[in-house]
């Protein structure tokens, strides 16, 4: 253990854009993880057994974003630190896929880095391939333990990519995916253990790789903040609702919500689709899709332009006008704001993604108990397990999304019992306090067999 009162975690997230007050779906590499990985540092930083809690993340000062991320550190309420360091292009904003050739000047930067601090953490933590391929450089230099959580995985994302009808030849030009499986491989065979969310990640998303049976694998769900996300009071009329008017020709009909950024992955095309061609849906209900953030259209990435797009066709080709709300900006407030505004007038939540690794949305709408309807590829199994708060379907059956759809909204009955069970269940098994309780659990254990090692 290194020498200081207290644990030193060094957390590595590189992608995205990363800030105290994260910018949300603002692009595609700016999503759940980033919110995760936020909500981790702070959960461990209030623990009293951390010392010292570091995130390094990519530095740059790109005219176009936030001045924040050009700023080498950021201190944040809990104590925790964003530490930022140069790779690549100093003035401009990179996709995660195209971040690959900078990897090893980041290795650099993170030993320069902790080198010129007072103390040496007691682990690594890395978070997706490009951290992981960081971290296991900087373990295997440094001799510090390195845990590692994958978000999601290049091989289980490439088969259901192909599985939608892509060319593999062409998602691997786009995703770099055989850089990335690599660095998957190398980091299950080199980390002190795996952290992940569900049994069926383990099993059959992790059960891809060959080196699967060589790693330490342990099941810790992230949490889900409870001060923010709760269920809604009596109040019917808000800002919110108010800027769904513009939108919905009846603004108070059960709403069907998805909230996530504009990713193909993310399968929103078929959710429009289900609703597009189900009468009863059309007419009783309404779909209300949070897609991240947007100013023009044409200023979008590519891949979201047409994600985006194609949903705009599908409006137009069954017009469903004033029955589609596609609000283009909102404030972080406005999340839990959206699930209480859905949970008020018996709307549901819909996750339809191809692979959800977790589902943290999911738990979301649980605490403010709004019943769901997900993908049953990934996370949201156990989620629906402790929670038992609504439907797994197959994402690429739009029939069976329609039936579940049906089955949660004008079932009123089911609808209330899942309301109540997705509000007990959260509390019961999912808390971010509970999270870092884990966590630190399994670092000690990390730390007593290094310690054991040394000895001999």
Not at 369 to 376: K, Q
Request: net charge positive; charged share 25%.
């Amino acid at each position: 253990m290194a020498d200081h009162q207290g644990l030193y975690v060094l957390m590595l997230s590189i992608h995205g854009r990363i800030c105290g007050t994260p910018e949300l779906g603002i692009d595609a590499d700016t999503g759940g993880q980033i919110g995760y990985v936020l909500d981790e540092i702070q959960a461990l930083a209030r623990d009293p057994r951390v010392s010292r809690i570091d995130l390094l993340t990519r530095r740059f000062d790109d005219p176009d974003t936030n001045p924040i991320y050009g700023t080498p550190r950021e201190l944040l309420e809990s104590g925790a630190r964003i530490i930022r360091l140069p790779a690549g292009p100093a003035h401009k904003y990179l996709q995660k896929e195209r971040l690959w050739d900078y990897l090893d000047t980041f290795v650099d930067g993170a030993l320069q880095f902790i080198r010129s601090e007072d103390c040496i953490p007691d682990v690594i933590h890395s978070h997706y391939a490009d951290a992981g391929y960081v971290g296991v450089r900087l373990s295997r230099l440094l001799g510090i333990p390195l845990m590692h959580t994958g978000h999601s995985l290049g091989r289980d994302k490439r088969e259901r990519l192909i599985a939608a009808g892509r060319k593999a030849e062409s998602i691997d030009r786009q995703f770099h995916f055989p850089r990335r499986i690599a660095a998957e491989e190398s980091v299950l065979s080199e980390a002190s253990v795996i952290l992940a969310s569900t049994r069926q990640e383990v099993d059959e998303q992790y059960g891809l790789y060959e080196n699967a049976a060589r790693a330490h694998f342990k099941i810790l769900p992230p949490g889900v903040d409870l001060r923010r996300f709760s269920r809604p009071g009596r109040q019917r009329s808000s800002p919110l609702l108010s800027g769904l008017h513009r939108f919905l020709e009846a603004p108070r009909r059960p709403p069907i919500l998805a909230i996530a950024r504009p990713d193909e992955r993310k399968n929103f095309q078929r959710l429009v689709e289900a609703y597009a061609t189900d009468p009863v849906l059309r007419e009783q209900a309404n779909l209300v899709l949070v897609m991240g953030q947007r100013d023009r259209l044409g200023q979008l990435p590519h891949g979201a332009k047409r994600v985006i797009q194609s949903i705009l066709h599908t409006v137009d080709d069954y017009d469903l006008y004033g029955r589609v709300a596609l609000p283009k900006h909102h404030e972080p407030e406005d999340i839990p704001e959206y699930y209480r505004y859905a949970a008020i007038y018996k709307g549901v939540f819909v996750n339809p993604a191809l692979t959800e690794p977790f589902g943290l949305t999911l738990l979301e709408a649980a605490a403010s108990g709004l019943p769901v309807v997900a993908t049953r590829h990934g996370g949201p199994q156990d989620i629906i397990r402790y929670c038992r708060n609504g439907i797994l379907v197959d994402p690429l059956d739009i029939g069976e999304m329609q039936d579940a759809l049906r089955q949660m909204l004008f079932d009123r009955q089911r609808w209330q019992r899942a309301s109540r069970a997705g509000l007990l269940g959260v509390r019961r098994v999912y808390s971010w306090e509970a999270h870092a309780r884990r966590y630190l659990a399994e670092v000690e254990r990390i730390l007593r067999r290094q310690r054991k090692q040394l000895r001999r």
